[in-house]
């Protein structure tokens, strides 16, 4: 017999290799033996290790790389223990049977009769692989219904993708808060309510608590609905870490990644483009010694949109302030409050603007709600007022003066934040920002 070059494949699960003991060592040794008895070639090894055997081609890195050496005519036979090592998908088979045929490459289960390198062997293993690929999917519409029962129950089913960070399992059916990650996931959600991006969220919760998460990890996070309380579409299954109300709004914001320049865009997540409805996209340009932010719509450049314009950010941010901080948003002090103030029991003009300033870092940070803000700073207006209201005594200062030393319009505040708070700021009283043809804005807020 002509030796042949032989490929020894083997590929093994996770929950196969620790259930059956069909480990990658205990085929190579028993491919390897095959070979010297029968005095072929070794043409390499290749090894899926970790990989179903239902997956596609593509996703089987050895199998891939094997089916290429093919190509190349480099291989004569492939030889693996048994066919449920080679392919559990028929589909997938004939894919691979195809590459096969067509450079005279065969195979052959060495512990089952199965083989392509005779007719015979062939066509049993066509009519085996069909009877295989229907009892596998019995198998799946069984384990389909048994699952979809359990979820009817109301009890928690992983589907294969594990507990959700933050959780854990109790009597094999409903989810409790894990103590040992509860307060690294509470301070990751923490920090996505405030508006902070999910990449810089996830590197702050890393850095705190010494874990190495990866990105997409923490953004498959940000999109589980089982963080708010919901399973399978319902309400109360377990306890949150965030309120349905902010978890929805945040999937609407679109919470992105952060730009590879580590820059921070404004309004990026809240523009929609004045044609298409598109999220309009953020980028740099430099000019000289400065850089200009803008945002376009991207489906322009696809042809999927005729919007060409690029929206300038300084000028975006000075129409939304005089959308939204208009001049008068302030203390309102008429001619009776230009008096001088004098010691009283309550506290003075100067005390109450300085907690309203406090006040308005909090709501920036994401500590309190819009509707908390908005009612402590309504009781500091009162206050003000009747602050002022006490003073006695004819004023030795102007009323501007007066003004300039009691009064810290939310402008001033606001012109005081670094780019990170203000586009906080934004994120947190505006849903979204749609262009109007004319140039205007439709602002919806929160």
């Known amino acids: 017999m002509t030796p042949l070059r032989t490929a020894l494949y083997v590929r093994v699960s996770t929950e196969e290799q620790s259930k059956h003991g069909l ?13 010297s008895e029968h005095g072929h070639i070794d043409a390499g090894h290749f ?12 996703k089987r890195p050895a199998m891939y790389r094997l089916l290429q050496a093919v190509q190349a005519d480099q291989i004569d036979l492939i030889i693996f223990t048994k066919l449920d090592r080679w392919s559990r998908s028929l589909p997938n088979y004939y894919k691979a049977q195809e590459i096969l045929e067509k450079h005279h490459c065969a195979w052959q289960a060495v512990e089952e009769d199965y083989e392509t390198v005779t007719a015979a062997g062939t066509f049993k293993t066509n009519i085996m692989l069909s009877v295989a690929q229907q009892e596998r999917q019995r198998t799946s519409e069984r384990i389909k219904s048994v699952l979809d029962y359990k979820k009817a129950l109301g009890k928690y089913v992983s589907g294969g993708h594990g507990t959700p960070w933050g959780y854990r399992v109790q009597n094999r059916e409903t989810l409790i808060k894990d103590p040992d990650t509860e307060d690294a996931c509470a301070f990751f959600w923490k920090l996505i309510i405030s508006g902070e991006l999910i990449g810089r969220a996830g590197r702050l919760t890393n850095e705190k608590f010494g874990l190495v998460r990866s990105y997409q990890g ?12 919901y399973y399978n579409g319902q309400p109360g299954f377990c306890e949150p870490y965030i309120d349905a109300k902010t978890f929805d709004r945040l999937q609407i914001q679109h919470t992105g990644k952060m730009p590879p320049s580590g820059r921070v865009y404004l309004f990026s997540g809240l523009l929609h483009c004045p044609v298409c409805g598109n999220l309009l996209a953020a980028n740099t340009t430099q000019y000289k010694d400065y ?13 999927y949109c005729t919007f060409a314009k690029q929206l300038n950010e300084n000028k975006l941010e000075e129409q939304l302030i005089e959308m939204v901080l208009p001049k008068d948003n302030r203390l309102i002090i008429d ?8 010691k009283s029991s309550g ?3 100067a005390t109450i603007q300085a907690k309203m300033k406090r006040l308005a870092e909090t709501y920036t940070d994401g500590l309190i709600s819009r509707e908390a803000y908005k009612s402590q700073l309504d ?21 501007e003066q007066i003004r300039e030393k009691y009064q810290k319009p939310l402008r ?19 849903k979204s920002i749609h262009i109007l043809e004319n140039g205007n804005l439709l602002i919806d807020f929160l």
Not at 23 to 35: D, G, M, R
Not at 413 to 430: D, T
């Open 347 to 349: 506290p003075s003009p």
């Open 23 to 35: 480990s990658v060592q205990a085929q190579l040794y028993t491919l390897e033996k095959w070979i």
């Open 291 to 303: 850089y200009i932010v803008g945002y376009r719509c991207h489906r322009k450049y696809m042809r």
């Open 379 to 399: 009781e500091l207006k009162t206050q003000m007022v009747t602050a002022q209201n006490a003073h006695t005594g004819p004023s030795s200062l102007p009323l």
């Open 335 to 342: 001619n009776a409050t230009t008096k001088q103030s004098v």
């Open 47 to 58: 090894a899926d290790e970790g990989i179903s055997g239902g997956k596609p081609i593509e």
């Open 218 to 229: 923490y953004k498959n996070i940000t999109v589980n609905p089982i963080y708010k309380g």
């Open 412 to 430: 001033e505040a606001y012109n005081a934040f670094n780019r990170e708070q203000k586009r906080k700021f934004w994120h947190m009283i505006i």
